[in-house]
Nanobody
Framework: QVQLVESGGGLVQPGGSLRLSCAAS????????MSWYRQAPGKERELVAR????????DYADSVKDRFTISRDNAKNTVALQMNSLKPEDSAMYYC?????????WGQGTQVTVSS
């Protein structure tokens, strides 16, 4: 059974940090490109960061560049998103995604709320 399970979300004050994790199972995650997306209430889901299969290439939304870092551990089938200098506008449900050609898997999401 294919699963992506996110964790690490929560409530944090502006300027704080959180580290999200995504654990993959039921498929060979190391062969998939992995990404983090987010969706705030009333807004479309947007790409936050993505990382290639070998972690050689990363890409970030302009709004999170220099604040967020995506990484992966293929031996553990995990992908992480380190989020620093968080802003209220970063508040959203964050989703892990795995993609390989026509195969596209999503996790259930983890909520991030940035508020004082």
């Amino acid at each position: 059974q294919v699963q992506l399970v996110e964790s690490g979300g929560g409530l944090v004050q502006p300027g704080g940090s959180l580290r999200l994790s995504c654990a993959a199972s039921g498929f060979t995650a190391s062969t998939y490109a992995m990404s983090w997306y987010r969706q705030a209430p009333g807004k479309e889901r947007e790409l936050v960061a993505r990382i290639s299969r070998t972690a050689g290439i990363t890409d970030y939304a302009d709004s999170v560049k220099d604040r967020f870092t995506i990484s992966r551990d293929n031996a553990k089938n995990t992908v992480a998103l380190q989020m620093n200098s968080l802003k209220p506008e970063d508040s959203a449900m964050y989703y892990c995604n795995a993609r390989l050609f026509h195969l596209n898997y999503w996790g259930q999401g983890t909520q991030v709320t940035v508020s004082s």
